[in-house]
């Protein structure tokens, strides 16, 4: 199989088998592989009027005269042989010239590395109701600062048809969650999205010990409270990240993210002058949604990278957006208990 450069044509694999002759593409055919092409030379600035008037701007997939008279000038101008057939020879120079017209891709921030718990300390804690702040994750870039390519807008329908309903191609290989944050994210509205951060939790073992891990940070520095009614807050933002490893759901759905935890305790004593103690705990999550470098993964033979979900932000196709979730626990324990186990209450869908 030919090697090919440009993100949006390696995606495609009826692009690929063209770049072999396997089969090439031609008039008579339409698809995915029609319409990419046809957004190819678009970008590269051949005129197609008619085919964008079908589908209100956009090409229609269908391998017809004015698309068979666009290959050909493509093919005289370097000098190709003219057949109006996009075969090896074609694909490859499209795919070059595209090449060379695709800026550098986006440096999005390293995925987190997964949390290594240290003994909980109540330095972790403070009297308060204000969250902590958090430094913003800088992301792909400006949203829409780019025009738009044909390419681009072609390959965002086909990523589109594998998502969800429950059941999808998407759903299937890479998770509920990761889909429907995907289709979140490739409708560009950017408002903030809940999280089933129950379903986290329960699902990816290392967020049941962040959670676990902020519960006892909590009760340590409850129980060195005065009596009395306090509100308590984190000081600081808590790393976590979900690995492939560990659940190839949550790691396309979120990756890297941050919790903290807040509350109101009371502290009080009983009659023989031990303390009893009440929590109403919340655990409060964050995440940017932007794809980590490296990330990558193939649904029904499309090709789907960090460089191009990242290019998808900046020519206005998709929108990055905020990831938040919040669970709420009661507490009760009396001087030297421990906490009961802690159940989860995951949300259907899956």
Known sequence: MALLKYPPFVAVPEINK????????????????????????????????????KKN?????????????????????????????????????????????????????????????????????KIGTVSPSGSPDRGAGAFNSKKTDFTMWSLKQLILGTLPPLGSSASVLIGFDASMHMLHYLKAKGFPYKIRLE?????????RARFRNEITQAKLFVENLDVGLHNITSKNREVGSNTKQENYNWFFAV??????????????????????????FEYHFYDRYNWDKGKGVTIANIIITDEFMGEFHLQGLAKEYDEIGMIKRKFTWKQGERLPEIQFEPIGGR
């Not at 000038?73 to 695709?102: E, M």
């Not at 941050?258 to 009080?268: E, F, P, Y």
């Open 57 to 125: 701007g956009y090409p229609d997939g269908i391998y017809g005269g004015e698309t068979t008279s666009a290959v050909e000038q493509f093919q005289k101008q370097y000098l190709l042989h003219v057949n109006g057939i996009a075969g090896k020879d074609t694909i490859l120079l499209l795919d070059h010239f595209l090449s060379l017209k695709y800026t550098k891709p986006f440096k999005p921030s390293k995925p987190s590395k997964p949390t290594k718990f240290s003994t909980p300390i109540d330095r972790n804690y």
């Open 255 to 280: 990756g890297g993210y941050k919790t903290w935890g807040k509350g109101i305790a009371s502290v009080k004593k009983d009659l023989n002058g031990k303390f009893e103690y009440q929590l109403e």
């Open 199 to 207: 379903n986290m939790i329960k699902d990816v073992p290392s967020a």
């Open 18 to 53: 063209a770049a072999s002759n396997d089969p090439a593409l031609k008039a008579g055919m339409s698809g995915s592989g029609v319409e990419m092409l046809q957004s190819g030379l678009l970008d590269l600035g051949y005129k197609m009027p008619k085919t964008l008037l």
